[in-house]
């Protein structure tokens, strides 16, 4: 739960440049979450050293899978 929680942080403080449109391409900040999630994850998850990489691509593809399926389960409750 701490690195679901930590991870993101830096997501949603990029997520800011969005109000600002000319400063949205700063936007790409963001990505530093994938970084903080991949250092952390041997720390906080005690995942071994040998497979983060695996571990980090896997949520990665969870999550988007996650998203996607949360998105068509919305999308078929809020037709009109």
Known sequence: MKLAVHAPT???LAGVFAI????????????YSLYIFYKGA???AQVPR?????FTIAVIVVGILVNILVGLVAATFLRF
Do not use: E, F, R
């Open 42 to 44: 041997p720390v906080v």
């Open 10 to 12: 830096a997501a949603w």
């Open 20 to 31: 600002v449109p000319p400063l949205a391409i700063l936007g790409i900040l963001g990505l």
């Open 50 to 54: 040998d497979k983060v990489m695996v």
